[in-house]
């Protein structure tokens, strides 16, 4: 008998070993497969989530038209031209008869939450006529 009752303690052993091994297994498995969203799931900051408040507008020369804006990160990471492509913002006015004139400035890098002033000059045509309140902007990704 004392042979029978070794070979039941060497079966719960083994079998002790083999669920072990199991749950090793399985938990490798999870950390893998939870790392691996990150790569088809990236995260960063998308043109949506920048903020651009126009506070000034203004004719600085009979060819120039000055923009004062400020620039916001609405996002919780940190936006990095490197790693999150290059964003502009292009201001576009047009005139009275419908011409557009336009030029564009890339965003600096911005932490989350954080916020910077900036001005741009627009070239405008001096025999036209132009309503600041006509003044358009967009954010684009030059490097998505």
Avoid at 3 to 28: G, H, P, T
Avoid at 40 to 65: C, D, H, L, R, W
Avoid at 96 to 111: A, F, K
């Amino acid at each position: 008998m004392k042979k029978a009752k070794s070979i039941s303690i060497n079966k719960q052993e083994d079998m002790k070993k083999i669920a072990l091994r199991i749950l090793a297994v399985a938990m490798v498995f999870l950390v893998f497969t939870s790392c691996s969203k990150e790569f088809f799931e990236p995260i960063g900051v998308y043109e949506e989530e920048i903020n651009i408040n126009v506070t000034k507008v203004y004719q600085i020369s009979p060819a120039e038209m000055r923009v004062d804006f400020m620039v916001q990160n609405l996002s919780d990471y940190d936006y990095s031209p490197s790693v999150d492509g290059q964003f502009f913002v292009e201001f576009s006015i047009f005139s009275t008869s419908g011409y557009e004139t336009y030029n564009e400035v890339p965003i600096d890098r911005l932490y989350s939450g954080e916020g910077y002033r900036d001005y741009i000059i627009v070239p405008i045509d001096p025999r036209m006529n132009y309503n600041i309140n006509d003044l358009q902007y967009t954010v684009y990704n030059a490097g998505r």
